[in-house]
């Protein structure tokens, strides 16, 4: 009976804790103006709806042919139009010509609106609140002529979480996902678990976190590519959810622990991880924010409003995040700092030992798309190898080996002593710019 009472008063203790820190951040800034809902349509039948969730949409008024998707998942107290004012997508699609898809919790299914991203019975394959999701995407897809090869997922705080379930139970429907201040798929089965998730996080290893995406469809891949965010100072969700989240999907994708590389978008810390020179997963750690979704709200760029669980720090997740799923040209914003130079892989904190920092280039397998763009994510290795100038790639080889730095001025640091003979040699030759 003792230790019946002490998990019932822990339980207590720990909704009594979130019910709190989500009504104190509820109220931080700017309230989201009523007119809000005006941008956004409800489409009341698209299925059986098993989960009792609302639909709402924006479509541009010249939507292209075969557009993409994005749904957008609101995180608690949250409705559809309010995280919509706050992360600015349907200014996005407007802009950039794609189609959003907003399911939106009822008070009925949960008294903090919201999603049950905890519930077996609604984070299942065609069941619950995930199969209503689901139901909305054919919906969108057969209305809008959606490209089933571009649907992405993103949320935020509980919407994240409920997208990390989407990702899991539904990876063959989406190109990739986004997870805002979320957990991992699989943190919680219960409202305890989930409070105890929240604000410690699950203690699991990598293959075990992979194990439950894997176990929850029949799916073996390919798998769609991750975008993860979180504020270091996040009281509502600890942040060390984030590394189980990276942890899940390094073990899914099959990757190394260790991130291929390091380094600064708008001053706060980007770990990535590639396969084939391709950027498959992203974290990005904001220094000193709350629970809440990254903004820019000066200068260019500048998507979404600051409001509850909306922060200016400086960078607009939104619009990262479409540039990381390739629905957004770089020429928009440039996100990256190019003051930092990127550093060594870093391992993932929930995973020992440390695995050794890669060097050398990246894959020679880069798309020519990414090469023409400079070799987003990958260094400038890409542009330097595609302008056939020895001199640019060498210089871009050397960066990429941890061999060569720049200081603040741009001025070349040689950090190691070199065989510039043997190093050039190799150079030429990894590029194939000489033969053996």
Same mark, same amino acid.
């Given at each position: 009976?003792?230790?019946?009472?002490?998990?019932?008063?822990?339980?207590?203790?720990?909704?009594?804790?979130?019910?709190?820190?989500?009504?104190?951040?509820?109220?931080?800034?700017?309230?989201?103006?009523?007119?809000?809902?005006?941008?956004?349509?409800?489409?009341?039948?698209?299925?059986?709806?098993?989960?009792?969730?609302?639909?709402?949409?924006?479509?541009?008024?010249?939507?292209?042919?075969?557009?993409?998707?994005?749904?957008?998942?609101?995180?608690?107290?949250?409705?559809?139009?309010?995280?919509?004012?706050?992360?600015?997508?349907?200014?996005?699609?407007?802009?950039?010509?794609?189609?959003?898809?907003?399911?939106?919790?009822?008070?009925?299914?949960?008294?903090?609106?919201?999603?049950?991203?905890?519930?077996?019975?609604?984070?299942?394959?065609?069941?619950?609140?995930?199969?209503?999701?689901?139901?909305?995407?054919?919906?969108?897809?057969?209305?809008?002529?959606?490209?089933?090869?571009?649907?992405?997922?993103?949320?935020?705080?509980?919407?994240?979480?409920?997208?990390?379930?989407?990702?899991?139970?539904?990876?063959?429907?989406?190109?990739?996902?986004?997870?805002?201040?979320?957990?991992?798929?699989?943190?919680?089965?219960?409202?305890?678990?989930?409070?105890?998730?929240?604000?410690?996080?699950?203690?699991? &290893?990598?293959?075990?976190? /992979?194990?439950? #995406?894997?176990? @929850?469809?029949?799916?073996? =891949?390919?798998?769609?590519?991750? $975008?993860?965010?979180?504020?270091?100072?996040?009281?509502?969700?600890?942040?060390?959810?984030?590394?189980?989240?990276?942890?899940?999907?390094?073990?899914?994708?099959?990757?190394?622990?260790?991130?291929?590389?390091?380094?600064?978008?708008?001053?706060?810390?980007?770990?990535?991880?590639?396969?084939?020179?391709?950027?498959?997963?992203?974290?990005? &750690?904001?220094?000193?924010? /709350?629970?809440? #979704?990254?903004? @820019?709200?000066?200068?260019? =760029?500048?998507?979404?409003?600051? $409001?509850?669980?909306?922060?200016?720090?400086?960078?607009?997740?939104?619009?990262?995040?479409?540039?990381?799923?390739?629905?957004?040209?770089?020429?928009?914003?440039?996100?990256?700092?190019?003051?930092?130079?990127?550093?060594?892989?870093?391992?993932?904190?929930?995973?020992?030992?440390?695995?050794?920092?890669?060097?050398?280039?990246?894959?020679?397998?880069?798309?020519?798309?990414?090469?023409?763009?400079?070799?987003?994510?990958?260094?400038?290795?890409?542009?330097?190898?595609? $302008?056939?100038?020895?001199?640019?790639?060498?210089?871009?080889?050397?960066?990429?080996?941890?061999?060569?730095?720049?200081?603040?001025?741009?001025?070349?640091?040689?950090?190691?002593?070199?065989?510039?003979?043997?190093?050039?040699?190799?150079?030429?030759?990894?590029?194939?710019?000489?033969?053996?």
């Amino acid at each position: 009976m003792k230790g019946l009472k002490d998990t019932l008063s822990q339980l207590a203790g720990l909704r009594k804790r979130f019910e709190r820190l989500v009504s104190l951040a509820a109220k931080g800034g700017p309230p989201s103006p009523s007119t809000v809902d005006a941008r956004l349509e409800e489409v009341s039948a698209f299925g059986t709806n098993p989960g009792s969730l609302r639909m709402f949409v924006h479509v541009p008024r010249n939507l292209p042919k075969a557009p993409a998707l994005v749904v957008a998942m609101h995180g608690c107290t949250q409705t559809a139009a309010t995280y919509d004012h706050g992360s600015g997508w349907s200014r996005l699609a407007d802009d950039l010509g794609f189609a959003v898809l907003f399911p939106e919790q009822q008070r009925a299914n949960n008294p903090n609106n919201c999603f049950n991203w905890f519930l077996a019975s609604d984070t299942r394959r065609h069941q619950g609140e995930a199969h209503s999701i689901q139901q909305m995407i054919e919906r969108m897809i057969k209305d809008h002529s959606i490209d089933r090869r571009r649907i992405f997922i993103v949320g935020l705080s509980a919407g994240g979480a409920m997208a990390a379930a989407m990702l899991a139970n539904y990876p063959e429907v989406f190109a990739g996902g986004a997870i805002v201040a979320g957990l991992p798929y699989g943190a919680a089965t219960n409202v305890q678990t989930a409070f105890e998730a929240m604000a410690h996080g699950g203690l699991r &290893s990598s293959r075990e976190w /992979g194990d439950l #995406v894997r176990s @929850a469809s029949t799916h073996a =891949g390919p798998w769609p590519k991750i $975008s993860i965010w979180h504020g270091t100072a996040d009281a509502i969700v600890n942040p060390v959810n984030m590394e189980h989240t990276l942890s899940q999907w390094v073990n899914v994708h099959g990757a190394d622990a260790m991130a291929d590389f390091e380094d600064k978008v708008k001053g706060h810390s980007r770990r990535v991880w590639q396969q084939a020179g391709e950027e498959i997963i992203e974290a990005i &750690s904001i220094n000193g924010m /709350g629970h809440g #979704v990254p903004l @820019a709200t000066a200068g260019s =760029g500048t998507y979404g409003n600051v $409001s509850p669980f909306h922060f200016d720090v400086g960078i607009s997740s939104s619009l990262h995040i479409l540039k990381f799923w390739d629905l957004a040209k770089d020429d928009i914003d440039s996100a990256y700092d190019p003051r930092q130079s990127r550093g060594p892989g870093v391992a993932l904190a929930c995973d020992a030992p440390l695995l050794a920092a890669r060097t050398g280039p990246p894959s020679d397998t880069i798309p020519k798309d990414r090469a023409d763009r400079g070799g987003q994510g990958v260094g400038g290795w890409a542009s330097a190898a595609a $302008s056939a100038d020895p001199s640019i790639v060498i210089t871009a080889a050397l960066k990429a080996a941890g061999l060569v730095r720049s200081d603040n001025l741009g001025n070349r640091v040689d950090t190691k002593p070199l065989d510039p003979r043997g190093i050039i040699a190799s150079t030429l030759r990894s590029v194939g710019l000489l033969k053996e």
